[in-house]
């Protein structure tokens, strides 16, 4: 079975600077997807970013980039300019290439944003 | 825009109740799923449907089932609750196999 850890439990960064959220993740499978999702307080689920295990560039979206190691099996978030409204719970999940869609998430890391 | 709505954002049971979450969704999504979220545990999958009359189990079916007649909506049937089923629940549909899962805003249900 596939898991996905998160060893952050809390984080916090200052307007304006950079933060990296670490997740790992177990397969023997080589093709799958992985996602960071953003869970705010109002708990409304957003897609972040994806990142398409046979792609070896890094997907960017906006501020947010994540660095894909797939050898190590790691998958980190890296925000930069971080804002207030970046402040969060952010989840790191997994998903298979093909076969059923679902999910297998990471346990979270909050993300507090200091002004 | 992609809409997925659930009937309650907060509900409170007793024990032993019969419970019925529901999911909706406006895109003509093909799949549908229902987690739960723990603090510490992230998001669990209880139970997934490819489509109409279809559902899989996902990894904690135990003490639920689902029922989907329709497309659009997915419900989750806690037939008699319990105080560890106290959970935020979090209803997804996504378009297949292939695409991302939009999340409703949550339903946190707590049993007493």
């Known amino acids: 079975a596939q898991t996905v850890t998160q060893s952050q439990p809390e984080m916090s960064v200052q307007e304006a600077e950079t933060v990296t959220l670490s997740c790992t993740y177990d397969?023997?499978?080589?093709?799958?997807?992985l996602f960071w999702y953003k869970q705010p307080p109002s708990r409304q689920m957003i897609l972040v970013i994806r990142?398409?295990?046979?792609?070896?560039q890094n997907a960017t979206e906006n501020r947010f980039s994540v660095n894909f190691q797939k050898a190590a099996k790691s998958f980190s978030l890296k925000i930069s300019d971080s804002q207030l409204g970046d402040a969060a719970m952010y989840f790191c999940?997994?998903?298979?290439?093909?076969?059923?869609?679902?999910?297998?998430f990471g346990t979270g890391t909050r993300l507090t944003v200091i002004p | 825009d992609v809409k997925v709505t659930q009937s309650s954002r907060y509900l409170v049971k007793r024990t032993g109740e019969k419970v019925f979450l529901e999911c909706v969704q406006d895109m003509d999504h093909e799949n549908m799923f229902w987690y739960r979220q723990d603090p510490g545990l992230g998001l669990r999958l209880i139970y997934f449907s490819y489509d109409v009359k279809m559902k899989e189990k996902g990894d904690i079916p135990e003490g639920y089932s689902v029922s989907r007649e329709k497309k659009e909506r997915f419900s989750l049937i806690l037939e008699s609750a319990s105080t560890n089923q106290t959970s935020m629940y979090l209803c997804?549909?996504?378009?297949?196999?292939?695409?991302?899962?939009?999340f409703g805003p949550g339903t946190r249900l707590t049993v007493l």
């Open positions: 990142q398409e295990a046979y792609k070896q």
């Open positions: 397969t023997s499978e080589s093709d799958y997807y």
């Open positions: 997804a549909s996504s378009l297949n196999t292939y695409n991302e899962q939009f």
């Open positions: 999940a997994y998903r298979r290439h093909t076969g059923a869609n679902n999910l297998f």
